[in-house]
């Protein structure tokens, strides 16, 4: 069954360590995509979806203005963030291992999201709804966002490893 992610009811967040000792943490705010869920066949699962990079929020402007600049995702080169998915395999139970080409920065790279699949419900609108939460971990450098500085301490002000957790909410189409 298709369906459409329904970005009202969705969260696409990441979170870095900064400073070593703390984590900071942003969302995009304007994504988009679709998915297939087939529980019988996970193979025959799949998603597309795309992110807006000038949505970025990390609840600071100067920060997200950093962000958005060439020292980081340039924007103006790399407007959007994409994901499909190559392979989607069941783990057990509602767990699911999603695997799909990530593109960061012009970069595209395989990646594998742990996947829990929630369930579907018909809301009190007589839509059906279907629930998927997913979560990776990244190495920002691996898609040319290398920008740090060292501390006097030694550690960088920003980590290699970039967390990612998606919460989708999804409509039939």
């Known amino acids: 069954m298709a369906w459409e992610i329904d970005a009202t009811h969705s969260q696409v967040v990441f979170a870095v360590k900064h400073m070593v000792v703390s984590t900071a943490k942003g969302s995009f705010n304007v994504f988009r995509g679709s998915l297939n869920i087939d529980t019988e066949t996970p193979s025959n699962s799949w998603v597309e979806a795309e992110a807006d990079v000038a949505s970025l929020d990390t609840r600071d402007k100067n920060r997200d ?3 958005l600049s060439p020292d980081f995702f340039d924007v103006e080169k790399y407007p959007t963030i994409t994901f499909k998915s190559t392979n989607v395999e069941s783990v057990g139970g509602n767990d699911y291992k999603v695997t ?4 960061i920065h012009g970069v595209t790279k395989s990646v594998v999201f742990d996947a829990e699949y ?3 419900v018909k809301d009190p609108y007589g839509l059906q709804r279907a629930g998927v939460n997913a979560h990776t971990k990244i190495s920002r450098k ?3 966002l290398t920008w740090s500085a060292t501390l006097e301490t030694g550690g960088l002000v920003l980590a290699d490893d970039v967390k990612i957790e998606i919460e989708l ?3 039939v189409k």
Request: no cysteine; net charge negative; hydrophobic share 30%.
């Open 100 to 103: 799909g080409d990530l593109t």
């Open 142 to 144: 691996d898609f040319g």
């Open 169 to 171: 909410e999804a409509i």
């Open 65 to 67: 203005g950093h962000l």
């Open 118 to 120: 929630g369930g579907q």
